[in-house]
């Protein structure tokens, strides 16, 4: 049930936010909203600041400040909606299929580390499962594997051929074209590092 729920919205977006501190002054108040939007299977945090100035202090009215706190959502609802679109494995044979963003992932082996364009044309030419169009995965993409909630390794449990070490993406940097993104699924942490470095590699399709 809460599979075909997650199907069903996993593809809008939602946020949930509650104001968290509120400050009112002479001069107006300012509000601040702390929540969580959920979109593409993946929780983010949200803190807006809302400014108004009030009329009240052009003509020199002054009244003194009152600071409060208010929670109307509670942490456990948040949890409960954040489980509801959680992403869903299934592993058949070498694949391990994402049934949120119908991917399909390599898991036949531990790859031997090579460097960020023998990855892509390792990818490439890989032949699995009856498919020739695997390719390197962009970073995106290769997020959507981590799990922060287990460490060495820090990657969906479905998975059975894993290193805690870094695995390359497709994904330049467009700061510094000599750098590519990797994750390192040791504790799952992203960052970039030059495409001449020595990282694993999963190979990615898109599903039928």
């Not at 330049?172 to 590699?201: I, L, Q």
Request: hydrophobic content about 35%.
């Amino acid at each position: 049930m809460k599979n075909s729920i997650a199907k069903q919205y996993i593809q809008s977006l939602f946020t949930i936010s509650f104001s968290l501190f509120t400050r009112v002054g002479s001069d107006g108040f300012s509000l601040v909203l702390f929540g969580t939007k959920v979109a593409d299977s993946k929780e983010f945090l949200i803190i807006k600041t809302i400014n108004r100035r009030n009329k009240m202090n052009q003509t020199n009215k002054t009244r003194p400040a009152h600071n409060f706190s208010l929670f109307t959502i509670s942490f456990s609802l948040i949890i409960m909606f954040t489980s509801v679109v959680s992403a869903d494995f299934s592993r058949d044979g070498d694949i391990v299929t994402d049934s949120v963003t119908k991917l399909e992932w390599q898991d036949d082996d531990v790859s031997h580390e090579m460097k960020w364009r023998e990855a892509i044309d390792h990818c490439e030419s890989l032949e699995l499962g009856g498919h020739n169009d695997w390719r390197l995965p962009n970073i995106n993409e290769l997020k959507t594997i981590i799990d922060r909630s287990k460490y060495n390794p820090a990657i969906v449990s479905t998975f059975e051929h894993t290193s805690s070490s870094s695995y390359w993406s497709s994904t330049t940097n467009e700061d510094y074209f000599e750098d590519a993104w990797r994750v390192f699924f040791h504790n799952g942490k992203v960052d970039n590092y030059g495409k001449d470095g020595d990282y694993c590699v999963r190979c990615v399709r898109d599903g039928d």
